[in-house]
């Protein structure tokens, strides 16, 4: 498996995230972009050190519990986006 292969599925999931943010599905998108966190979180925590790539910041516990929490934090955020449309105006 290349080196930066889970890194770079965090960041396609993060662009599909804001891709659908931008297509005005707010909650969906949002959603994905704390998906992302969740999946950069089991990565880090299931790869070895060496394997973790661009995702190893800091010591491995406080990535795992870095990424997941704020993973969580923006699921749950999401989930409070109201499903009003977006007028400008």
Known sequence: ?????PMAMVLLIAGLGMAWMMAEHWRQGTALIGGSLLVAGVSRALLPEDRAGLLA???QGVDVLCYL???VLVVVLASTVPRTPFILG
């Open 57 to 59: 910041v800091r010591s």
């Open 69 to 71: 929490g704020f993973g």
């Open 1 to 5: 498996m290349p080196l930066h292969l």
